[in-house]
């Protein structure tokens, strides 16, 4: 199929574009540039051998987006565009507004005027909140969302299953992520952080580069094994996979379903700290602080709906995730 991936330079929407050309897919990149560099689209090329066509777009921008649709005969579209950071959504939720739910509304009219039926949306675990008992699962519907970010996505998820409801031809994919962390083995594409990270894989690793002193462990006194929080982390490249499954799994049904995207296993924040560890070969330096204000104990996902339904099942464990988180970072310090 031919694929219009927004946000596909980004750090899961390249990793994504990877897998769809390695499974023949044509695929092609929008993306504004904000949160990520135009020379992925070189690193994509040098993994696959073909350099996806790109536009310089942002979603905000409807006449613009209409000349990407006009120009294209797409079959689907994956959206990953979208501002993602949980601090910052609360600082100035208007723009996370405005950008995650305006530019993706922009986004769902065009699909519609040009009958592009096939969509797979990037939603969060964010959404199940933390009134629910783990592993999470997709019937227990939306939480109570903590902050802007993740209340953007849960209004995402409302929109595509109100428009699948009106339009018998739409057809959509919701995942909910929930911690993507890796890299591709290559040491060519990962996750590049704007400033002082906010998630805890990339904050270990400039710990392990020197540029962080040491890691902040936000609380340990959660009910958990070792008091420190626990979440479902997936290899990045495991659920570039899923996004082709879903995409296919598209094309075959109308609809909207919406499915996790997790191992099922669920690891503390000092589990992925020794991971780290084992992959650089030394000690990493960290201190107990307060708890980190929205956060929750623990999250992992119930995964049987994406065996049954995708046939996904991911494959790597979290000595792998560290081992190709530490080559890209080795590579690009
Ligand atoms: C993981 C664990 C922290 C940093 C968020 C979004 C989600 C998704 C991923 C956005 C927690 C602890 C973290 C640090 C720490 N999307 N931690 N020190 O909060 O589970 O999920 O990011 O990208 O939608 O909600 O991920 O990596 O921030 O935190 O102790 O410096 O690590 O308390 O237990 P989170 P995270």
New binding site residues.
């Given amino acids: 199929m031919k694929i219009l991936v927004t946000g596909g330079t980004g750090f899961i929407g390249s990793h994504t574009c990877v897998e769809l050309i390695n499974a023949g897919h044509e695929v092609v990149i929008l993306d504004n540039l904000y949160n990520s560099k135009i020379d992925v689209l070189d690193k994509i090329k040098a993994i696959t051998g073909i350099k996806p066509k790109f536009y310089q777009v942002d979603i905000k921008d409807y006449n613009e987006l209409e000349k990407v649709f006009g120009e294209n005969n797409f079959e689907a579209v994956i959206h990953f565009a979208g501002y993602?950071a949980?601090g910052e959504s609360v600082s100035i939720p208007l723009d996370y507004y405005d950008n995650n739910v305006g530019g993706s509304i922009n986004l769902y009219r065009l699909m519609k005027k040009y009958s592009v039926d096939n969509l797979v949306f990037s939603s969060?675990?964010?959404v199940y909140g933390d009134n629910f008992e783990v592993p999470f699962k997709e019937e227990y519907g939306y939480g109570n969302t903590t902050n802007p970010?993740?209340t953007t996505k849960l209004v995402n998820e409302m929109i595509i299953n109100d428009n699948c409801k009106a339009n018998e031809k739409a057809s959509a994919v919701i995942l909910r992520?929930f911690?993507p962390i890796g890299a591709h083995e290559s040491g060519l594409l990962g996750e590049i952080p704007n400033g002082i990270p906010?998630?805890?894989?990339p904050?270990v690793a400039q710990v392990e580069t020197g540029i962080r002193e040491y890691?902040?462990?936000?609380?340990d006194d959660y009910d958990t094994p070792d008091g420190?929080?626990v979440?479902d982390y997936i290899h990045v490249v495991d659920l570039a996979k899923a996004h082709v499954l879903a995409i296919e799994y598209a094309q075959k049904h109308k609809g909207a379903q919406t499915i996790n995207v997790g191992t099922g296993n669920g690891y503390s924040?000092l589990d992925v700290l020794h991971a780290y560890e084992k992959a650089c070969g030394r000690k990493l330096e960290y201190k107990i602080m307060e708890r980190?204000p929205g956060?929750i104990a623990t999250?992992y996902a119930d995964v049987s709906k994406a065996e049954r339904l995708l046939g996904f099942k991911a494959k790597y464990d979290i000595d792998k995730m560290c081992e190709d988180s530490y080559r890209f970072y080795q590579n690009n310090k």
Avoid at 198 to 201: A, G, M, R, S
């Fill in positions: 993602k949980v969060s675990a964010t970010y993740g992520y911690n906010n998630n805890l894989l904050y890691l902040r462990v936000f609380g420190t929080g979440r924040v980190r956060d999250s």
